[in-house]
């Protein structure tokens, strides 16, 4: 096992954080992606149809 000195706390700790930032940061994309997706979605629906198409 690695052996991680005096400063164990501070290094979990800056692990986790990054974790937590990550997994945000990802779980705001997904979000986002839907929301926008729904969007396109109601402007394709509302938009006028073109003859001949």
């Known amino acids: ?3 991680l000195g ?3 706390e501070f290094i979990v700790a800056a692990y986790l954080g990054t974790v937590v ?3 945000a940061l990802v ?3 997904v979000y986002d992606a839907r929301r926008t997706r ?3 979605v109601e402007l394709e ?3 006028p149809r073109r003859r001949g198409q």
Request: glycine residues 12%; proline residues 0%.
């Open 38 to 40: 729904g969007r396109i």
């Open 1 to 3: 096992m690695i052996e």
């Open 6 to 8: 005096a400063h164990w």
């Open 21 to 23: 930032v990550v997994a």
């Open 27 to 29: 779980g705001w994309t």
């Open 45 to 47: 629906a509302k938009r």
